[in-house]
């Protein structure tokens, strides 16, 4: 907008037509007079703001996100730029010139401060004494996503679990959807985002690893048959054990349910000669409402090589998701789950589907 003064007119006329006494936020340049004489022809403030955490072109713009270097991640620089800002000093432009800024407000997009904690650092670690260092970022206007790591490690799962329950029930009432991974956990709310931000801050204060319990043990029945399961005849012959082997395996695990995982994708491991993902075709691409996926830990309790996991496709009888259940899915992140292996006159009996399932070459 600041680039074309069409659209830029545009939209201080319909803010002048509105309220003038309302303010109108505008990006800041290294020019700003053109915008300043429009705001002024139509008698409405203008407000120019910079941003503290991103790199800017010798004209004033925001580099695009596109070229490297285009988003500050050093906390310091970030803390470094908005004093600069702040001060009126010069910033350095992404060809090292000098660019100076004339700006009333400053934006940090990257939600650089933690909660508790001070500065951020980029590696989402614990701070001294054990206490979890947590940033928000913005996702939509009653959206938030409160990331407290920045790579996948299993360690991570106690504080996810602990976090999402704290948010649940800071929440309550107010709560549309809440969606944890292994880093991060989405806050969906109807609450102004200045609420939202005060209910994260008080729900994570103190967090400490293991506050969200065990969950509920869900025992699931399942027929272990090739016709359903193709992956068994996989898993056996890469395992160098039986097929019966694998099944008592599997099914004298009780794996717990992660954050993340999310029907109608596989989540086997990568490990040596794993099945990785499904080829096109591959009924695993389809997945339906009794699907259930699960991911072990490293060793995946079966011999070198064998996928993380065990999914015997259109084997459960149980509806795992389901639209009419309030929450949906029939597991919830903490839950444990126990396979019990069933003949097919049970699974039948249990409403379970027996049509034949072929992987494709």
Not at 257 to 285: C, I
Not at 325 to 351: C, I, K, N, W
């Amino acid at each position: 907008m600041m680039a074309e003064p069409g659209k830029l007119r545009a939209v201080i006329e319909a803010v002048a037509a509105y309220d003038r006494s309302l303010p109108l936020m505008l990006m800041a340049t290294a020019d700003n007079r053109a915008a300043q004489a429009l705001g002024d022809e139509y008698g409405v403030t203008l407000w120019f703001e910079a941003f503290a955490d991103r790199a800017y072109d010798p004209a004033g713009r925001l580099l695009s996100r596109r070229l490297p270097g285009a988003v500050h991640h050093d906390p310091a620089l970030i803390v470094e730029q908005a004093l600069r800002l702040a001060r009126g000093e010069p910033l350095v432009a992404s060809d090292g010139s000098a660019l100076r800024l004339q700006a009333h407000t400053l934006c940090a997009w990257r939600q650089c401060q933690l909660g508790g904690c001070g500065a951020a650092d980029s590696s989402g670690s614990r701070c001294a004494g054990g206490a979890m260092k947590w940033r928000v970022e913005v996702v939509a206007v009653d959206c938030l996503m409160v990331r407290l790591f920045d790579a996948i490690d299993e360690s991570n799962m106690p504080w996810m679990l602990a976090a999402t329950q704290r948010l649940r029930a800071a929440f309550a009432a107010q709560l549309i959807d809440l969606v944890p991974s292994y880093t991060t956990v989405m806050v969906h709310f109807d609450l102004s985002p200045t609420q939202a931000r005060e209910r994260i801050a008080q729900a994570l204060e103190g967090l400490r690893p293991d506050e969200g319990g065990a969950g509920q043990r869900h025992d699931i029945p399942v027929w272990y048959d090739p016709s359903v399961g193709p992956e068994l005849a996989l898993l056996a012959q890469r395992s160098g054990d039986s097929v019966a082997g694998v099944i008592r395996r599997h099914s004298a695990r009780v794996p717990g349910v992660r954050p993340g995982l999310r029907p109608g994708f596989r989540v086997h491991g990568a490990g040596r000669g794993g099945a990785g993902r499904a080829a096109p075709g591959h009924p695993a691409q389809a997945r339906g409402s009794r699907q259930c996926g699960h991911r072990r830990a490293p060793d995946g309790g079966l011999p070198g090589g064998v996928a993380r996991g065990l999914e015997p496709d259109r084997a459960y009888p149980s509806r795992l998701f389901d639209r009419q259940r309030e929450g949906y899915s029939l597991l919830q992140p903490g839950d444990r789950v126990r396979f019990v292996a069933v003949d097919r006159a049970e699974f039948l009996a249990l409403g379970g589907d027996d049509t034949p399932l072929q992987v494709s070459p």
